[in-house]
């Protein structure tokens, strides 16, 4: 059985007292909710904040990227280290605004993976198609070579706790959702690939979610799909009660 997760992305968005203020609403409206896991990712200067609030509660936190070292001149970075001595669980790693605006290469996502398992993090790898690539026929291949990419050297001992997202890069932040049947299809292709690299008993028990402008009004359509195992959701999260009505999608 793979348990569902509902994981909210603020992106650049929330100040500590807003993040605050948000869980402050959030957190009794999901009091209780076993269902799904629940897992929030603020900015690194609210996570320890939201950190704090949410101990002991059901939901978790965790940062939008990391670094692959544990320390060094890198200016503007953290380290899984960093993290883990936080108490933070997950990360997010190689969503398509870092690969976009930070560059951020599958080598990269390949060595931030390794080091979050080494760390004991949750690691959600985020991977998905253009616009382009899916209009030439090119879905397939591009979500192949991102897997095989990030799992590169990675072994199944080691693994148990990774996630996938997928997140085609056209429906991030556009309002336009894919169809639970485009959906199912990618993940498909994506559990597949984990299968070659993993073995087909870790490929079942991965987690494989959908992110792209998911909302309260497409949320439980997405979730009856069996492929699909939870959401990533970036805008629908910044409000508490819509992103509290996703959580109880059904
Ligand atoms: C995201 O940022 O991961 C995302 C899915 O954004 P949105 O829900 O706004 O499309």
């Known amino acids: 059985m793979r348990k569902p997760l509902i994981a909210g992305n603020w992106k650049m968005y929330?100040?500590?007292?807003?993040s605050l203020a948000f869980l402050e609403k959030f957190l009794p409206l999901v009091e209780g909710h076993t269902r799904d896991e629940i897992a929030l990712f603020p900015t690194m200067s609210s996570l320890g904040y939201v950190l704090e609030a949410t101990e002991g509660t059901n939901v978790r936190a965790g940062a939008q990227t990391m670094h692959w070292l544990n320390e060094g001149p890198y200016t503007g970075q953290t380290s899984p280290t960093m993290l883990a001595s936080i108490?933070?669980?997950?990360?997010?790693?190689?969503?398509?605004?870092?690969?976009?605006?930070?560059?951020?290469t599958d080598d990269m996502v390949?060595?931030?993976?390794?080091?979050?398992?080494?760390?004991?993090?949750?690691?959600?790898?985020?991977?998905?198609?253009?616009?382009?690539?899916?209009?030439?026929?090119?879905?397939?291949?591009?979500?192949?070579?991102q897997i095989a990419n990030a799992l590169n050297?990675?072994?199944?001992?080691?693994?148990?706790?990774?996630?996938?997202?997928?997140?085609?890069?056209?429906?991030?932040?556009?309002?336009?959702?894919?169809?639970?049947?485009?959906?199912?299809?990618?993940h498909r292709i994506i559990r597949r690939e984990v299968a070659e690299r993993l073995g087909q008993e870790r490929a079942d028990a991965t987690r494989i979610i959908y992110g792209?402008?998911?909302?309260?009004?497409?949320?439980?359509?997405?979730?009856?799909?069996?492929?699909?195992?939870?959401?990533?959701v970036g805008g629908g999260s910044l409000d508490a009660e819509t992103f509290a009505r996703i959580v109880k999608y059904s």
Do not use: F
């Open 14 to 18: 929330k100040t500590p007292r807003e």
């Open 87 to 104: 108490n933070c669980t997950h990360v997010l790693l190689g969503h398509s605004e870092r690969r976009i605006y930070a560059n951020e």
């Open 153 to 186: 050297g990675v072994e199944r001992e080691g693994s148990e706790k990774l996630i996938i997202a997928y997140e085609p890069v056209w429906a991030i932040g556009t309002g336009s959702t894919a169809t639970p049947t485009v959906v199912s299809e990618a």
């Open 212 to 232: 792209g402008s998911v909302k309260p009004e497409n949320a439980s359509q997405l979730m009856a799909q069996p492929e699909i195992d939870g959401a990533l």
């Open 110 to 145: 390949n060595w931030k993976l390794k080091a979050a398992i080494g760390h004991n993090l949750v690691p959600i790898v985020c991977v998905g198609e253009t616009m382009d690539k899916r209009q030439s026929g090119l879905t397939e291949a591009v979500l192949r070579w």
